[in-house]
């Protein structure tokens, strides 16, 4: 029978589709698996916070696919993968709105100063405080995205409907695509310099890592408010920490840590930003995509590709399909 292992939670409705059609290892909760003591059996991998590496997948000799439940692959060798002939894949747009609508509820977080207001509250205060936690309004703020994909666009789409006014760095991005979603083009330097709110939607790569700088960051408004929901360590995390601290930067509100890419599942360990209290900064755990729906359209099509690939088809959204080298049957 087809032997599946599901990293960590999937929404249950697609766990138990998965578990009708094929044996599932969880990598989670109290039956969770050691991964390597099953690998010799596992056919599929459903793939979310765990890292993969090369040690896994070569004691991995039935593994055809690791399907990213998500978008990022930086926490799988990607390499590695393609030299066993196993195709990698992710679920682009299933999380979109669900990220979308998260950078707005850490905006609104952020611009309403509601987590002091909530800690006022709870220490018993209620007229007292309140010159503190006079926040801004969106309505007329310029908000800058740097990069435009579906993500990007959808943001762009929210706030339009709270009357801001979009700017977009992505040289990526065709001119009329930005303008036709009555935004700006821009590049980066002068997107900083005039954005209230700058918002990251961008790939992890050794070409994007710290694109947000010292020199970026110092750049922009001292009232300004930098948000980023994609991937930790597009911003120096440090340059941040003095940046919010030194009051050059009035806010920030992070959904990734740089600490992810060194471990996953314990990135506050390896984080400059959760050693000691930063004025002005909010941090959420990588939830911006953990809405019921997008859990259940990301976990969908997980599955979808996985069983594509082990009835020998070729799966959509591959990320390796140039490199692969195809194990013969």
Same mark, same amino acid.
């Given at each position: ?108 977080? +952020?611009?309403?100063? %509601?987590?002091? !207001? ?5 220490? &018993?205060?209620?007229?007292?405080? #309140?010159?503190? $936690? ?20 959808r943001v762009a789409t929210i706030a339009r409907g709270f009357g801001m006014d979009v700017l977009v760095s992505d040289p990526y991005a065709a001119e009329h695509d930005v303008l036709d979603a009555g935004a700006t083009p821009v590049d980066l330097e002068e997107l900083l310099e005039a954005s209230d709110i700058v918002s990251i939607h961008a790939p992890l790569l050794p070409s994007t890592r710290h694109m947000i700088g010292a020199q970026e960051l110092a750049s922009m408004k001292s009232s300004a408010v930098i948000i980023n929901t994609s991937r930790g360590g597009l911003i ?8 919010? +601290?030194?009051?050059? %930067?009035?806010? !920030? ?5 740089? &600490?992810?890419?060194?471990?996953? #599942?314990?990135? $506050? ?61």
């Open positions: 029978m087809t032997v599946i292992y599901v990293s960590d939670t999937i929404h249950s409705d697609v766990l138990t589709e998965v578990q009708a059609s094929a044996t599932v290892h969880l990598g989670y909760g109290p039956t969770k698996v050691n991964y390597l003591d099953v690998s010799d059996t596992v056919d599929g991998v459903i793939l979310r916070a765990e890292t993969f590496s090369r040690e896994l997948i070569e004691a991995s000799p039935r593994l055809r696919i690791i399907a990213r439940h998500g978008v990022g692959t930086d926490n799988v060798d990607l390499q590695a993968a393609s030299d066993q002939g196993v195709w990698v894949t992710t679920t682009p747009g299933a999380n979109g709105n669900a990220v979308a609508e998260h950078v707005f509820a850490l905006l609104l977080t +952020t611009a309403r100063k %509601l987590l002091l !207001a909530h800690d006022n509250i709870r220490h &018993g205060k209620w007229s007292e405080g #309140k010159a503190d $936690l006079i926040g801004f309004e969106l309505s007329g703020k310029t908000l800058g995205l740097v990069g435009f994909g579906a993500i990007g666009r120096d995390e440090s340059a941040l920490r003095v940046a919010l +601290t030194s009051g050059a %930067l009035a806010g !920030a509100a992070l959904d990734v840590l740089e &600490g992810e890419s060194t471990d996953m #599942k314990d990135p $506050l360990s390896h984080s400059t930003m959760t050693t000691e209290p930063v004025p002005g900064l909010i941090i959420t755990p990588h939830i911006a995509g953990q809405s019921t729906e997008a859990f259940l359209e990301a976990g969908r099509s997980a599955w979808t590709a996985v069983q594509k690939v082990l009835a020998g088809g070729e799966p959509l959204h591959p990320v390796n399909a140039e490199q692969i080298r195809r194990v013969p049957a």
